[in-house]
């Protein structure tokens, strides 16, 4: 049982570029989600997913985009980095009231 | 508008005493509170929980407080130890699907 896994553990984007930060769970939970954080900040939720085929926005959505096709994958694209996007982005899924995190992917965007 | 809040972004305490990190919320409708703790280079990992409907919850050194009136909780850690120190952050959710975090306290536990 892997838990929540983040792929890939660091990346380098030049501005203008895309990349899909990718994440997988094996624990069948419904609820998925994505958040960021940046230098003394808590995390702020991007996007979720209560199930495979729905996604929903969270508080900083703009830059971002996700899909849901299994209830294991939920990845999260970025169409165009800009250097504000560069973060620590954790993917983590939900039973219950707890949630799950991955290891995280430092992003950063020059 | 930061419903969740660690004022204190660091603190710092000896190893077999007692370290209490506080948080204070906002969002009256918030109905379940956690705790999760953070090492570097890793996601945060759940450490304990409350509902809105009891004001105390432990869980061997750990132990959680409510305080519903005044919009606080706190955790507490007793006694510390070394490998405690980490970055605390505290959650909060009104049954929906979201949960909000606080900025998180670095813990520091020196030997």
């Known amino acids: 049982n892997a838990g929540v896994t983040q792929t890939p553990k660091f990346r380098i984007l030049k501005i203008g570029q895309s990349m899909t930060l990718q994440c997988t769970q094996d624990?069948?939970?419904?609820?998925m989600y994505w958040y960021r954080q940046d230098p003394g900040m808590g995390l702020k939720l991007i996007y979720y997913?209560?199930?495979?085929?729905?996604?929903d926005k969270g508080e900083v959505p703009n830059g971002y985009n996700v899909s849901r096709s299994t209830t294991e994958d939920f990845p999260l694209r970025l169409e165009l980095a800009a250097p504000s996007q560069t973060s620590v982005y954790f993917c983590?899924?939900?039973?219950?009231?707890?949630?799950?995190f991955g290891p995280g992917t430092r992003l950063t965007v020059l | 508008d930061q419903q969740v809040k660690q004022n204190s972004p660091s603190l710092s305490v000896q190893e077999g005493r007692i370290s209490i990190l506080n948080c204070d919320y906002t969002?009256?409708?918030?109905?379940?509170f956690l705790w999760y703790k953070k090492y570097p280079a890793e996601g945060p990992t759940f450490l304990i929980s409350?509902?809105?409907?009891?004001d105390k919850n432990e869980d061997g050194r750990f132990t959680v407080f409510l305080n519903k009136s005044a919009k606080h909780l706190s955790l507490h850690i007793v006694p510390s130890q070394p490998g405690d120190s980490a970055v605390y952050f505290c959650?909060?959710?009104?049954?929906?699907?979201?949960?909000?975090f606080g900025a998180g306290t670095r813990l520091f536990v020196k030997a």
């Open positions: 997913s209560v199930g495979a085929g729905i996604t």
């Open positions: 969002n009256s409708m918030f109905d379940y």
């Open positions: 959650a909060a959710s009104s049954g929906g699907f979201k949960t909000i």
């Open positions: 624990m069948n939970h419904n609820y």
């Open positions: 409350i509902s809105s409907i009891k």
């Open positions: 983590a899924s939900r039973q219950g009231n707890e949630q799950f």
